[in-house]
């Protein structure tokens, strides 16, 4: 197979990793810096963030790896043509640090590290805030895919009550309690003090952080917002946590990247801006998996990843 890189914003680590683990057999051109690509030859691309115009005139294209566990950017791609199959990362050494992500998150908010910090700045010695324990803290993640669950091991791990929620049934183990679908999600919402956002960003999940979700959670709930920027309705946060129902936030992602300098959440003193850092790919880990995918392409297999387009993730 012939295979087509782009990958924005990389040192160049990955696609090293990528080149020696495809080996002699396949032909790897870069986007960036090859001339004389011979486009209709290309059977595969392997990208992330690919410019507007990158998949035209590849027409004997079949098959993409996505550099990333989200998809939303590619899928909405505009030469992304319709019938193409294409492959997410699972993991790839991003539930590690998502799991830390999402747990410094958690310690923030249940150890109220911004009324210390806000206390800080005016010199006060704040004895009397009190924080409440691990077990009393209730911990929801929408989401129980390759990070979901990750995230909820840790943090049961930690002594957090932690419950997930997903589109279909899942059996996690025990103590993490498990719901799904659109009956349950109440009940899910009014136990989480900390909220997690792991979903993928389709249809079904835009706009999903918005006021009528907020106000279902318990008074003083955090939230955490790793997914993706499109899920949160911006306004609606701001006004939760002005008027105090929601006591916080962490957000690692925006509906434009990089968050423009205006942005009200860079001052909000309760918001914590992080820039999409929250877990990132390692290169050897995602090169072996598109490795792994490639083969299982050519012996006719299904691909672990693949996304099923129509559903969006
Ligand atoms: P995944 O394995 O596909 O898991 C997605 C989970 O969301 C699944 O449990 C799925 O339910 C559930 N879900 C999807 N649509 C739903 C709906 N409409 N209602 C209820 N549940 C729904 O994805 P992942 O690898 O864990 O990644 C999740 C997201 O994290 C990515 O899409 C990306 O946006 C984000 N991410 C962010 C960073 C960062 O650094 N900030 C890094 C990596 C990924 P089922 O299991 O029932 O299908
Ligand atoms: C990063 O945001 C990813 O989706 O892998």
């Known amino acids: 197979m012939n295979f087509l890189y782009y990958c924005q914003g990389e040192d160049g680590s990955l696609l090293n990793a990528v080149r020696e683990q495809l080996g002699e057999s396949h032909r790897l051109f870069d986007w960036l810096n090859d001339t004389d690509i011979p486009l209709k030859d290309i059977d595969a691309a392997i990208v992330w963030l690919p410019p507007d ?26 030469s992304l043509p319709a019938e193409v199959n294409v492959v997410r990362l699972r993991d790839a050494g991003m539930a590690e640090q998502m799991a830390e992500y999402a747990l410094y998150g958690t310690l923030h908010a249940q150890r109220k590290m911004q009324e210390f910090s806000n206390a800080q700045i005016n010199h006060q010695w704040s004895h009397d805030i ?6 009393e803290t209730r911990l929801g993640i929408l989401g129980a895919g390759a990070l979901g669950t990750k995230v909820a091991q840790r943090l049961s791990l930690n002594g957090y009550p932690v419950k997930c929620w997903s589109r279909s049934e ?10 799904h679908g659109q009956d349950t999600i109440d009940e899910f919402l009014n136990q989480s003090d900390v909220l997690v956002c792991l979903l993928p960003l389709t249809e079904a999940t835009q706009g999903i952080l918005n006021s009528e979700l907020f106000e279902k959670l318990p008074p003083g709930a955090f939230l955490i917002n790793p997914g993706r920027g499109g899920h949160l309705v911006d306004n609606d946060l701001i006004s939760a946590l002005d008027s105090g129902h929601l006591s916080g936030a962490l957000l690692d992602v925006f509906h434009n990247e990089p968050l423009v300098a205006e942005h009200p959440f860079w001052n909000h003193p309760q918001v914590i801006v992080t820039p999409h850092v929250a877990a990132k790919s390692v290169p050897a880990k995602s090169a072996e998996q598109i490795i792994y995918s490639i083969n299982c392409v050519e012996r006719g297999e299904t691909p672990p990843g693949l996304v099923n387009r129509l559903r969006g993730y």
Do not use: C, R, W, Y
């Open 53 to 78: 115009e990158f998949f035209n005139g590849l027409d004997n294209l079949t098959h993409v790896f996505a550099l990333a566990a989200g998809v939303d950017h590619l899928l909405q791609h505009p």
């Open 130 to 135: 009190s924080a409440k324990a691990a077990f």
């Open 170 to 179: 899942k059996q996690l183990p025990s103590p993490i309690q498990s719901l």
